[in-house]
């Protein structure tokens, strides 16, 4: 029941206690009745401090709910942040990535072609050694048969001359080929440095080649 239920309740039984006793018994009666009054009106007010409190203690939670609410939309908007500038860094690793391998495939390309000219060259100067060896037995050959001819007959002077100059056109035929064997194996170190440090740019990737293992 509610306290203005129980004032008007308790009023009416005064005023019929006050009808039925007379006027003799009013001041007993009001005193009694003025006493319950206080006694509900500090109940009252007891309950309405209690009310307040617990008014109090609520506004208090919700703040605090508040905040907390606030402390982890913050939370919230930095994790999205940094999933954000973690996206942006796989990005940037994807494109580094493509860039490496672009390289890689160009470095292959330069090493096949590195490996053909270098067989190509290997090749070459093979054959100019083979040749070279075959035109300084020649040389020798003519060179024994000028002591047999000068040895037999002093009349086939004429004969060594020219064997001479054949000798000395093959001669200087050989240093030709010596010079392009020196230019061709120049070249061929060249494509070796070249190869070595390709290979070991591979290294450095982990990655090997047929060509590397002699290297």
Do not use: K, W
């Not at 860039?99 to 100019?128: N, Y």
Request: aromatic share 0%; net charge negative; charged share 35%.
């Amino acid at each position: 029941m509610s306290a203005i239920g129980r004032r008007i309740n308790l009023g009416l039984v005064v005023f019929i206690v006050l009808s039925m006793v007379g006027t003799g018994g009013t001041t007993v009666l009001y005193q009694d009745s003025a006493s319950e009054l206080r006694s509900q009106n500090q109940e009252l007010r007891q309950e309405n401090a209690e009310l307040r409190e617990n008014l109090d203690d609520t506004r208090r939670e919700l703040d605090s709910t508040q905040t907390r609410v606030d402390e982890l939309e913050e939370q919230l908007e930095t994790r999205s942040e940094d999933v954000d500038q973690v996206a942006t860094n796989l990005n940037q690793t994807e494109s580094q990535l493509n860039a490496t391998e672009s390289q890689l495939a160009e470095t292959r390309q330069s090493l096949r072609e590195s490996e053909d000219r270098v067989e190509e060259l290997e090749g070459t100067v093979t054959e100019l050694r083979s040749e070279r060896s075959d035109l300084q037995d020649e040389v020798d050959n003519l060179e024994s048969t000028i002591d047999d001819l000068e040895g037999e007959n002093e009349d086939l002077e004429e004969q060594v001359s020219d064997l001479n100059d054949e000798i000395d056109n093959l001669e200087n035929e050989i240093d030709n080929l010596n010079q392009e064997i020196d230019t061709l194996e120049s070249e061929n170190q060249d494509l070796r440095n070249r190869l070595s440090q390709a290979c070991n740019a591979l290294d450095n990737t982990n990655e090997t080649s047929s060509a590397c293992e002699g290297v």
